[in-house]
C-alpha cells in the first residue's frame, strides 16, 4: 500500500482504507472482542457494528498519515493544538519536559507538532522491539528523525534523554501497556483494575523533569487534535514506600487517561484484552 500511495496520492490510498479495514475487522475477531469489551466500558452501552468497526478504520487512517506526516508533508493537514500554551511555558523556562503518551491517537501527528516550529529537541523512548521496527520504518521513509528513536534497554539510553531534557527539550514514552516482562501495578481503569506499567514512571522520576500527558486524536481525513495536559511538577519515590509512591503516580495517569478514553473511544489503539478477563467475548 505505502508505494500505492506514494505514488498516485492521498485520495487513492484513502479510498483503499475502506476494503483493508474491513479485511482485518472480519478476520480479526479477537481483536473485535477487545474492542468490544473497551467499548462496554467506555461507551456505557453495547456497542453496535458501526461503533466496533470504527477503531479498525481509524488506526488504519492514522497508518495512512504515518507516510505523509514522518516525511514532513503537510500540506492539507489540519492540526488543532489543545494546551500548547502550556508547554510553550515549559519551553520559555527552558526546562525540558517528559511527555507520558498512550497507544490512543497517533503518535506521528504529536511529531507534526514539533516539525511546525517547535524550538527544541523532540526524541521517544521506546522499548527495543518497537524501537528497531519504528527505526527500521523511519530509515526507508524519514531517515533524519530515525536519531529521534532512543531504544530503551541500551546503556545510553537514560544519558541521551537526560541530555536532551537539560537542553531543554522534550522525551516523549507511552505509558499504557508493557512488554512481557515489565513491571505492572493493577490500578482502576474504566471500572475494574488493569495492568499499567511502572516503567514510564519510574523513568520520569529518575529523569526529574516536570511531566505532561500528550496526545493526539484523528478527528476526520488529514484533521487531528493534539492535546497536552499538565500531570506533575516532578514525579518522586518515597525512598521508604517506595511502591506506595509508584502505585498512587499510576493510579493518577489511569484516572486521566479513563477520561481521555472516555472522551475519545474510537481511537484506542489497544486491540487485545486489556483488562485479561477470562471468558471474554
Not at 482504507?17 to 456505557?44: E, M, N, T
Not at 500531570?231 to 499510576?250: G, H, K, Y
Amino acid at each position: 500500500m505505502a508505494w500505492i500511495v506514494t505514488r498516485l496520492g492521498y485520495r487513492v490510498g484513502y479510498a483503499l482504507l475502506y476494503p483493508i479495514a474491513v479485511y482485518f475487522f472480519l478476520s480479526s475477531p479477537k481483536q473485535r472482542r477487545a474492542v468490544r469489551q473497551f467499548q462496554r466500558r467506555a461507551l456505557g452501552r453495547e456497542p453496535g457494528y458501526r461503533d466496533l468497526f470504527r477503531p479498525f478504520f481509524i488506526f488504519s487512517a492514522t497508518l495512512l498519515d504515518r507516510l505523509f506526516l514522518v516525511d514532513g508533508k503537510r500540506h492539507g493537514y489540519a492540526l488543532r493544538i489543545v494546551g500548547l500554551d502550556l508547554l510553550n511555558e515549559r519551553i520559555a523556562r527552558g526546562q525540558g519536559c517528559i511527555l507520558l503518551g498512550a497507544h490512543l491517537g497517533s503518535f506521528e501527528a504529536m511529531r507534526a507538532v514539533a516539525d511546525t516550529g517547535c524550538p527544541v529537541e523532540v526524541v521517544a523512548l521506546m522499548h527495543q522491539d518497537n524501537a528497531v521496527n519504528v527505526a527500521s520504518f523511519f530509515a526507508e521513509w524519514a531517515p533524519r528523525q530515525a536519531a529521534a528513536v532512543i531504544p530503551l534497554g541500551r546503556p545510553d539510553a537514560m544519558l541521551r534523554a537526560k541530555e536532551c531534557l537539560e537542553r531543554g527539550g522534550l522525551v516523549g514514552i507511552l505509558a499504557d501497556r508493557t512488554p512481557g516482562t515489565g513491571k505492572v501495578t493493577r490500578v482502576p481503569f474504566l471500572g475494574a483494575d488493569a495492568a499499567f506499567p511502572l516503567g514510564p514512571h519510574i523513568l520520569a522520576a529518575v529523569l526529574d523533569a516536570p511531566v505532561m500527558i500528550a496526545f493526539g486524536v484523528w478527528t476526520g481525513p488529514r484533521s487531528y487534535e493534539v492535546h497536552f495536559r499538565p500531570f506533575a511538577d516532578r514525579i518522586t519515590m518515597n525512598r521508604r514506600n517506595r511502591e506506595a509512591s509508584l502505585e498512587a503516580t499510576v493510579r493518577d495517569y489511569a484516572s486521566r487517561f479513563e477520561h481521555i478514553a472516555r472522551e475519545f473511544p474510537y481511537n484506542w489503539f489497544n486491540f487485545y484484552d486489556f483488562w485479561e478477563e477470562t471468558g471474554l467475548r
